[in-house]
Structures are given as structure tokens and as C-alpha cells.
């Protein structure tokens, strides 16, 4: 299944459920509200529909006739729209302010006309008896500027009925959607014969797209034409099948809909083809996959923790919630912008519990000891791991959307992601939990290796043999000076010594010399012991070859992070291994 089919069927089961607005309606943010009188008179000053306090006061959504796809040219919307069209007044310079509210003077002049509703009427009336200078009589305020408005009868007012949604106005509405439509066609999304959509509606909502919307689909150039065939003919996709799979995707892609996460710069959106309860008992575990977890201060909440623990404990989805019955599928879709369209970074449509073993697969690869402090880190949370000075806007582009497909597909990680680990080690020497466990994935799904969890002094690879020698180096300096000094020989030496060891490791052997005879004075048996560790990991390496190669691809650099992780920390964890005191280093 394509997936604008799968938003298509999404879009059916939402609005049974009253969750989305019917055809031809569009969910829209409603700053204002004009109440009138029958003859078209203000009754009282506009209302202010927006929540919040100060600054951060936001329009609510509201359901209104769908908007018109406005690029450079004028064209008003049905019954509602911003200040400049149906008042005349904007904050700005408005260079054409004046001709955008006759646009919509005008317009509603010829829709309306004829029509024995009070309250399209009283729309009439009002737009007949309005100017732009009344704004500032009549005292409206200045931040209702550049809102977007809509109407209602005083009397209805207080009842939540708007002008545009009197049944008189849907009919108009209706009829104005049908003379507008083109020929009909094949759908190519569901099947079925219908009016083709010139335009698509745009998408709201994808982080870093224009935020009037983009669009997947569109036809806007003559490079575009094939055969003739101009815009929304060239892929024939039905009005209604247009209109449901922007309004199911609109509708995840709202801020707190529990169905969508920001993956880098990929706006993820999920959903699951089940019953409502069904469908958000598999969305809420998803989402505790990939995005940091909370308190658990409600029930439920702490229900998702449990079920998240349950999966890292390896116990499968069945067990975990047998109400949840096989083959429920699951859908994801990421969605990145691109120009004046949005890119589909992936698409993934699967049962959930196949899916969940997937991630599973992905916490086993990342499995290293000691662990980091947080099980199960969120997507985020890795990925500014591989970003200059660990803030979110440096994560390389494409790099989210790769890696997250990879997961659910259980494909290899992008080669990207090895190379910007490899290079911020490089740049900060900050050897940690979470990238010693993200290089360990890498070499598990894309080179099929057999990489050590923990400490193993048997892993002969030469990268992680190097890197173990490394960290012995460097404790050997650490106890032969303090942890006072300045600078350890992991920060002046690491990137180099992982990239070439040929150079580095003749001057460390030699600069330990003097460190071990200082450690022998203090400490004869803690000397000893170090000269061991340093004879057995030497006597490991290959014999007949040389020790220190000339330099390291990059899957031996990661195999060298691995082992000075895991050598630094077993100085820490068992510190009677070079220290009759016990003491940690």
C-alpha cells in the first residue's frame, strides 16, 4: 500500500470518529471572531479566540472551508480569512492591502448573491457598510492584525455556530467545490472515477518547510507537462482523495497529536489500522521508542514504561500486551522539506510487532558495558552525538532520516554515521558511553562482526588492541603525575594515535619509561602490574607484523574507541589490577 492510500484509509477511520474535518473543510488557526447583527452591524468589539498568555497566545484550530492556494496572485478565501482581505488593515506595509479586501468584497458579492440566509445576509451587509479607516473608529484592537477571522450571528454566538458552518453555507461551499472541478478521472490513490485535483491542499506542520504549508505532490512548472497535461492531470488524484490524505496527515503532523517525533530534521509521523484503543496502545509504545522518556505521573504513562522495560528485557510484544493481537499494522512516514515540496525521507508499513523485534535487534547491537546513564537513549539524543558541539542544528541533514529507516528496516546504518562519529572523536576526544555504543552497532549490522560487549583481552583485532594499549598509556601517565595534569595524552595524542598509530604509539613507549620508573618509587607493585598489562596486550598482536601500522580505516578507528573504552573503564571497575590499594584511577 502507497502511502497516501495508507493516509486515505487513516483519514476514514478519523472521521468517523469526528477527529478530522469533513470534505472540503480544513482545520485552520482562528485568531478573531466578528459577531453581527442580522442587518450586518458589529455587535461589540471582535472577540479574541486565542489561548495562552502574553506573547505566547496561540489561535485555536477550527474547522472552515478549505483555503485557496495562494503563490503570487489574490484570491480570498470563503467566509473566513486574514485582516488584510476581509478588513483592509494589516501591520505591515501592505503595498496591496487595498486590493486584496476588494478581491474579497467582490468575490462574496457574486457568491452570495441571491442567497435568502440571515447569515450570509448579514456577511453581505457587513462587507457593504465596511472601510479600512472604521478599524480604528470603532476601537478594534491592534493585535488583531494580520489574524485570521470568521463570523457569527450575535444570537448563535454564544452557541459555537459560525457563519460558515450554517447549512446554507456548506451548500454554497459545496456547490462552489463542485464548479470548480476538473474533469474526471482514475484515481490513482483509490481506484475510483472522480474530479481530479488540480492542486493538492498543502501540508502544515514539517519542521523547517514554509509555514503556509508545502505540498507532496504538485505540477508547477512546463517542464512538468507530459502530453499535455497540466498540473494535477499529469498523476490523476481524486478531490476527495487529495483532500483526505493532506487532512489524515495535517491532523498527525499538529503539535501534541501523540502522533508524530522529530527525528533530526525528518518530521516522523505513526499511526496504526486498528480500533481507537488498540490503534494508541501501539502508537504510545512507539513513541517510547524514540523520544525521551518522562515521569510517569498518570497510569498510562507508566503503563508505556513498563512495556518498554519489558521490551529491553527481550520478553516479546505478545506478552507484553496480549490484548494487542498479531498483524496489526503499522505505518510510518517521514517527511523532511525540500524547496517549495516536502521529500519523503522514508516509508515504512509493517506489522508493529515486527517492527518492535526490529528495535529490539537495534538496543541489542548498541548493548556495551558499562552502560551509559540513560537505558535506551532517544533518537536525539544519539544524534547530536555525531554533531559539532552537540547542538541539533549541526546533525548532518540526511543523516536522522537514514538511520531511523535503518532501524525499522534492520538495514545497514548509513556510512555517514560512522564517518561523523569517527570525526568528532577525532575533534573532542570525547570517548563516551553512547558513542562507543553507536560505533559497536555500526560494525555488528554493516560489517558482520563479532564485537565484544565488555572487556575481552582474547579480541585480537588490531584496532581494538591499540586502543586498549592506548588507555594503559595513558593510565600509566595519570598515576605517574596525577589528575592534575594539564593535558593527558589522550587529549594531545587520540585522534592521531587512531588514525596513525606508526606515529604516536614509539613516542608514548618511549615517554612511558620515565613514568614507570617515577611509578616504581611510589609504588612498586602498581609499576609491576602495569608492565604486565602492557607485555600481555603487545604479546596479543599478531606476531611477524608489524604492531604499529602505518594507518587505520575507519572500522579499525571504531574498534580502537572500542577497546580504550572499554580498558579505561576496567581501571575503574577493578582497580586491584594495578593497585594494591584498591584505589580507583
Not at 5 to 27: I, K, N, T, W
Not at 244 to 256: G, I, V
Not at 356 to 377: C, D, F, T, V, W
Request: proline share 7%.
Amino acid at each position: 500500500m502507497s502511502a497516501l492510500a495508507a493516509l486515505v484509509r487513516a483519514y476514514d477511520r478519523m472521521a468517523a470518529r469526528h477527529e478530522v474535518p469533513a470534505f472540503g473543510y480544513s482545520q485552520e488557526k482562528i485568531g478573531f471572531l466578528i459577531p453581527l447583527n442580522e442587518d450586518g452591524t458589529p455587535a461589540g468589539l471582535p472577540i479574541d479566540l486565542r489561548r495562552g498568555e502574553g506573547r505566547k497566545r496561540a489561535a485555536p484550530l477550527m474547522p472552515v472551508p478549505q483555503p485557496t492556494k495562494r503563490t503570487s496572485g489574490i484570491a480570498p478565501n470563503l467566509l473566513w480569512d486574514k485582516t488584510a482581505y476581509v478588513l483592509g488593515v494589516t501591520a505591515g506595509e501592505g503595498r496591496r492591502t487595498a486590493q486584496e479586501h476588494e478581491a474579497f468584497r467582490e468575490r462574496h458579492r457574486q457568491w452570495l448573491a441571491g442567497s435568502n440566509d440571515p447569515g450570509l445576509q448579514a456577511l453581505l451587509g457587513f462587507l457593504d457598510g465596511w472601510a479600512p479607516q472604521r478599524f480604528a473608529e470603532l476601537g478594534w484592537p491592534e493585535e488583531m492584525k494580520d489574524q485570521n477571522v470568521v463570523f457569527a450571528l450575535e444570537g448563535e454566538r454564544l452557541d459555537g455556530v459560525m457563519i460558515h458552518d450554517r447549512q446554507a453555507a456548506r451548500d454554497l461551499w459545496a456547490r462552489l467545490s463542485a464548479a470548480d472541478g476538473r474533469g474526471e478521472a482514475a484515481c490513482l490513490v483509490t481506484g475510483e472515477r472522480g474530479p481530479v485535483a488540480r492542486l493538492h491542499p498543502a501540508v502544515k506542520g514539517v519542521w523547517g518547510a514554509q509555514s503556509s504549508g508545502a505540498s507532496i505532490v504538485s505540477f508547477n512548472l512546463d517542464a512538468f507537462t507530459s502530453y499535455g497535461h497540466e498540473q494535477g492531470d499529469n498523476a490523476p488524484v481524486s478531490e476527495a482523495a487529495a483532500f483526505a490524505y493532506a487532512s489524515a496527515l495535517n491532523r498527525f503532523l499538529e503539535r501534541d497529536s501523540g502522533h508524530r517525533i522529530q527525528i533530526g530534521d525528518a518530521s516522523t509521523v505513526f499511526w496504526a489500522d486498528a480500533s481507537a484503543a488498540l490503534a494508541g496502545q501501539a502508537e504510545k509504545l512507539f513513541a517510547a521508542f524514540f523520544v525521551d522518556e518522562r515521569q510517569a505521573d498518570t497510569a498510562e504513562e507508566r503503563k508505556v514504561e513498563a512495556w518498554l522495560a519489558g521490551l529491553r528485557e527481550g520478553r516479546p510484544v505478545e506478552d507484553l500486551r496480549p490484548d494487542l493481537p498479531p498483524g496489526v499494522r503499522f505505518f510510518v512516514l517521514g517527511l523532511a522539506p525540500n524547496a517549495a515540496r516536502l521529500s519523503i525521507r522514508f516509508y515504512l508499513e509493517d506489522e508493529f510487532g515486527v517492527i518492535a523485534e526490529r528495535y529490539l535487534r537495534h538496543l541489542a547491537r548498541m548493548r556495551i558495558e558499562p552502560p551509559p546513564r540513560q537505558e535506551g537513549p532517544s533518537m536525539w539524543r544519539l544524534l547530536i552525538e555525531t554533531a559539532v558541539l552537540r547542538k541539533s542544528e549541526n546533525i548532518q541533514p540526511n543523516l536522522a532520516g537514514a538511520w531511523m529507516r535503518s532501524i525499522l528496516t534492520d538495514t545497514p546504518y548509513p556510512r555517514t554515521l560512522l564517518s561523523a562519529l569517527i570525526m568528532r572523536l577525532r575533534a573532542d576526544h570525547d570517548v563516551n558511553a553512547l558513542r562507543v555504543a553507536i560505533l559497536k552497532s555500526v560494525l555488528i549490522q554493516n560489517y558482520a562482526m563479532e564485537v565484544p560487549v565488555s572487556l575481552d583481552p582474547a579480541f585480537k583485532d588490531p584496532g581494538y588492541l591499540l586502543g586498549r594499549l592506548f588507555a594503559v598509556y595513558e593510565q600509566v601517565q595519570t598515576a605517574a603525575l596525577g589528575r592534575e595534569v594539564n593535558a593527558t595524552i589522550k587529549d594531545k595524542f587520540y585522534g592521531a594515535a587512531a588514525a596513525q598509530p606508526r606515529k604516536v604509539f614509539p613516542l608514548l613507549e618511549r615517554g612511558s619509561a620515565p613514568h614507570l620508573s617515577k611509578i616504581g618509587k611510589q609504588n612498586k607493585g602498581r609499576k609491576v602490574n602495569l608492565e604486565i598489562l602492557l607485555g600481555e596486550i603487545m604479546e596479543t598482536m599478531s606476531p611477524g607484523e608489524d604492531p604499529f601500522p602505518a594507518s587505520l580505516p575507519e572500522r579499525s578507528q571504531a574498534l580502537f574507541a572500542l577497546g580504550y573504552y572499554h580498558q579505561r573503564n576496567d581501571f575503574f571497575r577493578k582497580p586491584d589490577k594495578t593497585s594494591p590499594e584498591a584505589a580507583p584511577q
